[in-house]
């Protein structure tokens, strides 16, 4: 299994509240990825980044923020949490920016 | 934008039967890749394909691109209760960089 960890795995929080989810690698692999999956959805891209400090939105940013200080964590904060962001986080890791790994992913309620 | 479409949405077989699952393109295909999701799990990388008319198998898993890299097909032979979970196509973004999933489709086997 690719080394990915995310954490927490689950968490339930109020609304209005920060909330900062992690992910963390050990493949040294260049890209990371946020995605959250919906029932009727699917799974759709939040951020993603390309090195570290280089990131960049995907279809669904709005009300959410990432950071990449160093290579091997990525970290998604939601900055006032809403009920409509209550759903499964998951992030992934590639080396070339196609072949994707996921983490296990993190249950996100916002109650 | 890209867009995939899976096909069915949904499907519950008899063990031993077989089963196959599209996934259609609204865009000529670059790569396309088949990932499996157990409930309440993160996704499983199966296979990746990157030719038109290309295949590969796993284990009792099947998957081609057709010729005009538009769909992709996977082929389960003699299906297992282990086989059951969720099904997603993905393909790369506008930017290359990133993965666009298909709605899924959900699996179920009866023993």
């Known amino acids: 299994d690719a080394g990915i960890t995310q954490s927490p795995r689950h968490k339930v929080t109020e609304t209005g509240t920060p909330v900062t989810l992690r992910c963390h690698q050990t493949e040294n692999h260049r890209y990371m990825y946020w995605y959250r999956q919906d029932p009727g959805h699917g799974l759709r891209l939040i951020h993603y980044s390309y090195g570290v400090k280089d990131t960049d939105k995907g279809e669904v940013s709005d009300g959410y923020s990432v950071s990449r200080s160093k290579t091997e964590d990525f970290l998604l904060t939601l900055e006032s949490a809403t009920s409509s962001q209550t759903s499964v986080y998951f992030c992934?890791?590639?080396?070339?920016?196609?072949?994707?790994?996921f983490g296990q992913g993190t249950r996100l309620t916002v109650v | 934008s890209q867009e995939l479409e899976q096909s069915p949405q949904s499907l519950i077989v008899q063990e031993g039967k077989n089963l196959t699952i599209n996934c259609t393109s609204s865009k000529t295909l670059y790569g396309l890749y088949w990932y499996k999701q157990k409930y309440g799990e993160g996704l499983i990388f199966l296979m990746m394909l990157q030719k038109g008319g290309e295949e590969k198998s796993h284990e009792k898993i099947t998957a081609k691109l057709d010729e005009k890299k538009q769909q992709s097909s996977l082929h389960i032979t003699a299906s297992q209760p282990s086989h059951a979970g969720i099904y997603l196509c993905g393909a790369p973004g506008n930017a290359g960089n990133m993965l666009t999933f298909g709605g899924g489709t959900r699996l179920m086997v009866k023993p």
């Open positions: 992934a890791i590639s080396r070339q920016g196609t072949e994707a790994f």
